[in-house]
């Protein structure tokens, strides 16, 4: 079983900036892609980034130049640097782990418990 943390969320003015960490504990065998996605009220769940374990990276149309993700294998971690935040940021925000009980395995999709970000205009 993997366990996912997050931290790191808050309100902040348009323009600031967050950092989202997420870290995985657990029986960790083997951690394939790791993402962040958000969740307005009212709007579905929608991918924000992800990263691979080579560490190639996906961004949303509407986050890329402002937000980077980035992960750190030997912590089992992966962060959200959010900057130029605006208001439609707002959201609740969950990290994703897919993980492997081995390197080849189908891969299992966990999810953090959510962090609140609220961008004030």
């Known amino acids: 079983q993997v366990q996912l943390v997050e931290s790191g969320g808050g309100l902040v003015q348009a323009g600031g900036s967050l950092r989202l960490s997420c870290a995985a504990s657990?029986?960790?065998?083997?951690?394939?892609?790791m993402g962040w996605y958000r969740q307005a009220p009212g709007k579905l769940r929608e991918l924000v980034a992800s990263?691979?374990?080579?560490?190639?990276?996906n961004y949303a149309d509407s986050v890329k130049g402002r937000f980077t993700i980035s992960r750190d294998n030997a912590k089992n971690t992966v962060y959200l640097q959010m900057n130029s935040l605006k208001p439609e940021d707002t959201a609740d925000y969950y990290c994703?782990?897919?993980?492997?009980?081995?390197?080849?395995?189908?891969?299992?999709?966990?999810w953090g418990q959510g962090t609140q970000v609220t961008v004030s205009s």
């Open positions: 994703s782990v897919d993980h492997a009980l081995i390197s080849w395995g189908t891969p299992h999709r966990y």
């Open positions: 990263i691979t374990s080579g560490g190639i990276t």
């Open positions: 657990g029986r960790i065998f083997s951690i394939k892609a």
